[in-house]
């Protein structure tokens, strides 16, 4: 009977601390897991990219908060450290290099295109792309650019189209996609053809068949602010948007403030989740002027949105994903050692860039596009002069960079794309040392940092259409159907 006793108060004991266990395990959601294993998938995705930057871009972002602001980055002190950090190769179908058309149809789809394309693979065949697959589960769609909003890398993400430059065809790939959020640049294309501005062939009011459709339109910072449920179409300029150290922080709202609007609307009310695809296009366009000033005030701007996201990771650990990438490198860039002239190469003759040459750069008050806009198409020689005492006091312009400039030439086969931010350009790296190769895109591989379900699947050495792929993979895994509020 003893026995008998004992065995029933083992087996009773057992059972106790089985239910113990299993009580434990479910009121700690985390146990179990290392950060890396989410089965049902993340139920908010932040892309973000930025456009034309390669790992010197961010490094030397880094070292100017560094010197000048006494502050790290997020993307590298919170995203890599806590998340996983890989490199993806850029190159096109038809090309060692890309264009933002093709490396965004492969980060968007997962297939190679050739060079111009938009959602088309090479082999002819057109897929469907991560946020049509986040759109059929329910899911949210933000799609955010200091771009147009129909420019190449928004555009793959939702639109099939053999030509970038089919751009009435991508508005109305929106028009029927309808993401939830549309904010960026670009109001030319949804203009009627009578109306100023426009650049639409026909007289479609495409803002009007928007507002059909329950989207509130806004076109400056104060209406985005005032937002706060609903679909929104946000155009807040004719063309791309205005580099941040040019821009009017009363009436453009930054890449910052269009993805705090985009934070703050996409999960109001959301029971299925969202997917937001944030672009900072003029990354890619400094590096396309040689504007290392440029680059850097857009690329810390592009880091504070990237915090945003961060702190909602934070607050949301096992349902959010955030990835930060590029789709290819712009210009070549890189703080190297030259001559100081071409007198000599011996050591004394040698110079590399230093802090002293961030602190310079700080210095910069007005981007390389503006400065080409002061001067315009027929500089003189006393206007180089004033635009060099007004705005780069602290720099020399050699005498064989000023003729350049008047006489409209490139100063190198490489550097071509705009002829006086070009010669700018090379006028600053003369004094900081911040050399670029090129104005156009180069093959270099670019980093993917991310944090949350599903990072472990970008970490290590990949192709951009392997990211395509992972994406689509983690969306189709399902995600968690639980409602947050703010």
Not at 102 to 118: Q, V
Not at 301 to 327: C, H, M, N
Request: aromatic share 8%; proline share 4%.
């Amino acid at each position: 009977m003893k026995m008998q006793l004992r065995s029933l108060y083992i087996a009773i004991s057992a059972v106790v601390v089985l239910i113990l266990a299993a009580l434990w395990f479910t009121g700690h959601p985390a146990a179990g897991q290392n950060g890396s294993s989410f089965p049902s998938g993340p139920k908010y995705i932040f892309i973000f990219l930025a456009d034309g930057a390669g790992i010197p871009h961010m490094e030397i972002t880094r070292q100017y908060n560094r010197v000048i602001y006494n502050e790290g980055l997020v993307i590298t002190d919170k995203i890599m450290k806590e998340g996983t950090l890989g490199l993806m190769t850029t190159h096109a179908a038809d090309s060692l290099s890309t264009d933002s058309a093709a490396a965004a149809t492969a980060l968007a789809s997962g297939c190679k295109a050739k060079i111009g394309a938009i959602g088309m693979c090479a082999d002819g065949t057109v897929p469907k792309t991560a946020l049509e697959i986040a759109k059929g589960k329910g899911m949210r769609v933000g799609l955010v650019t200091n771009a147009t909003v129909y420019d190449a890398s928004p555009a793959a993400f939702v639109s099939h189209v053999p030509s970038r430059r089919d751009y009435a065809m991508i508005v109305n790939r929106y028009l029927e996609f309808e993401p939830y959020l549309i904010l960026g640049g670009g109001r030319d294309q949804f203009l009627p053809k009578s109306q100023a501005g426009s650049r639409r062939s026909d007289e479609t009011d495409v803002i009007a068949s928007f507002a059909k459709k329950g989207y509130l339109h806004v076109s400056n910072k104060q209406e985005l602010a005032q937002a706060q449920r609903g679909k929104v179409l946000g155009l807040f300029s004719l063309a791309d948007m205005s580099f941040e150290i040019d821009r009017d922080s009363k009436t453009e709202p930054s890449i910052y403030d269009m993805t705090r609007a985009a934070i703050r609307l996409l999960p109001e009310n959301n029971p299925r989740g969202f997917v937001a695809f944030i672009e900072n296009e003029n990354v890619d366009t400094a590096g396309h002027l040689t504007d290392i000033a440029s680059l850097i005030h857009d690329y810390r701007e592009f880091d504070r949105a990237v915090g945003l996201a961060y702190e909602f990771y934070r607050k949301y650990p096992q349902d959010t994903l955030v990835i930060v990438t590029s789709d290819h490198e712009t210009g070549g860039l890189s703080f190297t050692m030259a001559l100081k002239d071409l007198s000599s190469t011996k050591g004394k003759n040698q110079i590399a860039g230093t802090v002293e040459d961030l602190k310079k750069i700080q210095s910069i008050s007005i981007s390389l596009r503006k400065a080409s806009e002061i001067l315009g198409p027929n500089p003189t020689s006393a206007a180089i002069d004033k635009l060099m005492k007004d705005y780069f006091s602290s720099f020399t312009l050699a005498p064989d960079i000023k003729e350049a400039i008047l006489k409209r030439q490139p100063v190198s086969r490489l550097l071509y794309l705009d002829v006086t931010a070009n010669a700018l350009g090379m006028m600053v790296a003369n004094n900081t040392q911040a050399y670029w190769q090129t104005t156009s895109h180069t093959n270099h591989p670019v980093f993917v940092a991310a944090l949350g379900p599903g990072a472990e699947k970008f970490r290590g050495y990949q192709d951009n259409t392997d990211f395509g792929k992972n994406l689509k993979a983690i969306l189709e895994t399902g995600n968690r159907i639980k409602t947050i509020s703010h």
